[in-house]
């Protein structure tokens, strides 16, 4: 057992391909993305904007149900749209956008640790990285927290080594221009942290280490044009089509959020402290070892340790900031915290092996081995504790959801019943939308409401009173309703009947009016015109 454990972890720190490499990260974050249904609700709510976005052919405008939705920029939606059609619609394929970003941040991770440090470190820091749990579900889980990590990863290491290289005198044009394309994917990813944090923890590295003199030469006017350039057309075609988007997007999201009090995930300030250290055992027992005295002063790796360390904290110490925090936040502090745990544990073992013997003891064999064994628990345990995913309704019931066939839930929005229906159209949402509630609620009224605000006529269209929705119901003459919502419904809702119940699971309902049934209703005989 002890020869297997150092046998292993001789192969991850010795492999010379960087091709290889980049083909084993590719496989070992793909290969397990598709076997799990969508999260609800954060997976089934983009993979289901991108899907809207597919069958409508609208590409500037990404909507939930039919509605401008301006949480986020489109570069997911980009991704994801372009990975169903050509890949199909499957969760896999929804799933393209933090894959590709998961590799992205690997690789930044080891191309900048090979240059400045070594290939054996760079190894190893990937390899850390790769199998911690934390990172690996990021990597296959379908929200915009992993594809900004890999913006705001890939930005760092591309400025750092542009610094680097121009304090040497060496090429730093193309490392540079690297950086500000990157940055400016960062907010097409997700906003204005696409470039604050990279850019605030580029400054604050460059002051700690007192390279002053080179700031200005960051900022040549061609790459700033260049930014520009990448970054500004599309949200002024979203100002120029829907005025006062600026300002929901910019000052509402990005300021007003982050200060407020009255969003869902209230967390203590030490909140990610206690979830970086559990969501990445058992690598994270060795991260003390990184700041010890000796780490922290041991000039030749000083740069970049301490650039890892205030990357690190950087991005750690922001989230902790506001009082709401989602555990995704911090998916770009990984890729330093992966390099201090591999820089330790080399370091550890140089004091008893010759560097150019290295041979690692039993106890990192073990870690790996662990770590990736959790890896591959951790998706089907979650999988399982998934209970509201659609997906589980089309296993029990066989459906034919046909194109004119029209989708109706009521109170709640199922975002993933569309991409699981192949649905082309939106759904109507029945509710109390005069509710005043609905503005100060962090669900997804509110977000139908507000998208709603972006487009009225639509908003009319599918945002339904209930009494609406009963006179829609006899008037609707093209296919079937699929009407969701919860079993008790039912009592408001006299005619879903138990004749047309199809499905009902973890108690939501899911029923079938087909054309003729609904002719026969009491209600729909005494509505005039009822086609």
């Not at 084993?24 to 089934?44: M, T, V, Y």
């Not at 040497?168 to 044009?173: A, E, I, N, S, T």
């Not at 605030?200 to 061609?222: D, E, G, H, N």
């Not at 330790?344 to 092996?353: F, P, S």
């Amino acid at each position: 057992m002890k020869r297997f454990f150092v046998s292993l972890g001789e192969h991850v720190l010795n492999a010379n391909s960087i091709v290889v490499f980049i083909t084993l990260c590719a496989l070992w974050f793909g290969f397990s993305a598709g076997i799990r249904p969508l999260s609800f609700p954060d997976e089934g709510r983009y993979i289901g904007v991108a899907w809207e976005m597919l069958t409508s052919g609208n590409w500037r405008v990404p909507t939930l149900d039919g509605m401008p939705f301006f949480h986020k920029p489109p570069l997911f939606y980009w991704i994801t749209a372009l990975g169903l059609k050509l890949f199909g619609a499957n969760e896999w394929a929804g799933r393209l956008a933090p894959l590709l970003a998961g590799l992205t941040a690997a690789m930044a991770l080891h191309f900048f640790v090979r240059r400045h440090v070594n290939q054996q470190t760079a190894n190893l820091a990937v390899a850390v990285l790769a199998t911690l749990p934390f990172f690996y579900v990021g990597a296959q889980f379908s929200n915009l927290d992993m594809l900004v990590a890999g913006m705001i990863s890939a930005t760092i290491v591309s400025g750092a080594s542009a610094v680097l290289a121009l304090e040497k005198g060496q090429p730093h044009h193309a490392l540079l221009t690297a950086a500000y394309v990157f940055a400016a994917l960062g907010i097409l990813a997700k906003g204005l942290i696409g470039v604050v944090l990279p850019g605030a923890i580029l400054l604050a590295w460059i002051l700690v280490t007192k390279r002053y003199r080179l700031i200005l030469s960051l900022f040549p006017l061609t790459l700033l044009f260049l930014f520009a350039v990448l970054v500004a057309p599309w949200f002024g075609l979203m100002e120029n089509a829907h005025p006062g988007f600026l300002n929901y997007f910019f000052v509402y999201h990005h300021f007003q959020r982050f200060a407020e009090m009255g969003f869902n995930n209230q967390q203590a300030f030490w909140f990610y402290v206690p979830v970086l250290i559990l969501l990445t055992l058992p690598w994270s027992l060795w991260i003390w070892r990184a700041f010890t005295r000796i780490a922290l002063l041991e000039k030749e790796r000083f740069d970049v340790r301490i650039l890892m360390i205030i990357w690190l904290m950087g991005i750690v110490g922001f989230f902790s900031l506001p009082s709401s925090k989602l555990v995704g936040y911090i998916l770009p502090a990984l890729p330093p915290f992966a390099f201090l745990i591999a820089d330790a544990i080399l370091a550890c073992h140089a004091k008893t092996t010759p560097p150019t013997s290295f041979a690692p003891s039993p106890y990192f064999g073990a870690c790996l081995l662990v770590a990736v064994t959790l890896c591959f628990t951790v998706l089907p345990i979650a999988a399982q504790l998934d209970t509201v995913s659609f997906k589980k309704v089309l296993t029990s019931v066989a459906l034919k959801f046909e194109p004119e066939d029209q989708m109706v839930m009521i109170e709640e929005y199922q975002y993933d019943m569309p991409f699981y229906l192949r649905a082309a159209k939106p759904a109507w949402v029945v509710s109390h939308w005069n509710d005043p509630s609905i503005p100060i609620n962090d669900d997804s009224r509110k977000e139908l409401f507000d998208a709603g605000k972006f487009d009225p006529a639509m908003m009319q269209r599918v945002l339904l009173m209930p009494a609406d929705f009963r006179s829609q119901l006899c008037q609707y003459a093209e296919g079937a309703l699929w009407v969701w919502g919860k079993k008790e419904e039912q009592a408001n809702y006299p005619f879903l009947e138990p004749s047309t119940r199809l499905s009902s699971t973890e108690g939501k309902t899911l029923w079938r009016l087909d054309a003729p049934f609904r002719k026969q209703l009491t209600i729909c005989r005494e509505t005039p015109n009822n086609g």
